[in-house]
């Protein structure tokens, strides 16, 4: 199963590596990584996201809770929350095929962020899906690059 984590932790050297290091030593993988500044200095916010067995990610869980610069751990998988990637491309957009890559574009409401003669760099936010759907219509016309941020999550505001 899927799960995303929410991890508020005190912006220290070292403290990434203890956090992956819980993942590793039981054998699981970290899909992705998110790291970032909050607004309280001195505090970030990792989100990561890995698939595992419902046991298992509840000990990384508790063992996250114990290190000593961890400060909130939320598993966002069974909370009703918003998640996104954000993704840039370089597609191959010479002569006829621009204008059918640029309908795709825009039918995924995407932002072209740069254009050469034979290239597009495109930018897109979305879920997983999302971006696994346009990476499978822009293959056809060659994606030269793919970046991607990893996913970010929240909680959504409380619902009546």
């Known amino acids: 199963m899927r ?5 508020l932790v005190e912006d220290e050297p070292g ?3 203890r956090v992956a290091g819980l993942f ?4 699981y993988n970290i899909e992705t990584l998110n790291v970032a500044p909050t ?8 989100t990561i996201t890995t ?3 419902e046991a298992i990610v509840e000990q990384i869980i508790k063992q996250l809770r114990k290190l000593v610069t961890t400060l909130k751990v939320v598993d966002l998988t069974d909370v009703k929350s918003v998640e996104r990637e954000m993704m840039l491309l370089r597609v191959d957009a010479e002569g006829s095929k621009r204008a059918e890559v640029l309908r795709i ?16 760099i495109i930018e897109v936010t979305g879920t997983q899906d999302k971006l696994g759907a346009l990476i499978s219509l822009l293959q056809r016309f060659g994606i030269k690059e793919i970046a991607r941020t990893g996913a970010v999550a929240m909680r959504r505001g409380m619902q009546e």
Request: hydrophobic content about 45%.
């Open 105 to 120: 574009v825009d039918i995924f409401r995407c932002k072209v962020v740069d254009v050469s003669l034979d290239e597009l």
């Open 15 to 17: 403290v990434l590596s």
């Open 3 to 7: 799960h995303i984590l929410s991890i």
């Open 24 to 27: 590793s030593g039981r054998g």
């Open 39 to 46: 607004l309280t200095e001195g505090l970030s916010m990792m």
């Open 51 to 53: 698939e595992g067995d």
